[in-house]
């Protein structure tokens, strides 16, 4: 009876065992099929202000940024230059940076302003690399003494070269 006690007591820790071994291996294997369909929200940074500096200053500021693989998605952008040819702010509502061709897109109510200058549009491209900024809108350039208007903005920030097609200028003075 003894003997068949010990082949019991054998037998039932061979199956306890065995289904202990059998429930990890299911475990792992789940785990890996959940680790293979785990994927990482986009990482966001919100209220951030990220500072560039060398012989220019690029300060980014913005109430949300979204890093989506190549593009950055930003909420209420607000770029900001100094350098040693001037300084100058441009505020959008939305923007998109793309770091493969690095170039940025501002759009809705965009505003570029420097010291005596003032541009409106709704939508400008930057590239980053040429240094151009260009757009097919309506935009409006204005001064202390001037207002234009025109279509397709083409802007060289090395060369401080701007054109636009279908130009009204209308230039405010003094008559005397």
């Known amino acids: 009876m003894l003997e068949k006690s010990k082949k019991f007591a054998f037998y039932f820790l061979v199956i306890l065992l065995s289904s202990f071994i ?4 299911s475990d792992y294997l789940d785990k890996q099929k959940f680790l293979e369909n785990l994927r990482y ?3 966001t940074l919100e209220n951030f202000y990220i500072v560039s500096k060398s012989n220019q200053t690029y300060i980014l500021k913005g109430s949300k940024m979204i890093d989506k693989k190549d593009e950055y998605f930003i909420e209420n952008p607000v770029l900001q230059y100094f350098g040693e040819k001037g300084s100058f702010t441009l505020t959008s509502e939305k923007g998109l940076y793309n770091n493969e061709n690095k170039t940025a897109k501002f759009y809705e109510n965009v505003s570029f302003q420097s010291k005596d200058v003032q541009m409106k549009t709704e939508y400008i491209t930057i590239d980053t690399q040429k240094k151009l900024a260009y757009n097919d809108l309506p935009t409006t350039v204005s001064s202390k003494n001037m207002i ?12 401080e070269v701007l054109k636009l097609d279908n130009v009204n200028t ?4 003094r008559n005397d």
Request: no cysteine; net charge neutral; glycine share 8%.
């Open 41 to 43: 929200t986009d990482n």
């Open 22 to 25: 059998f429930k990890e291996i």
């Open 148 to 159: 234009t208007t025109g279509k397709n903005l083409f802007l060289d920030f090395d060369k």
């Open 170 to 173: 209308q230039i405010r003075g």
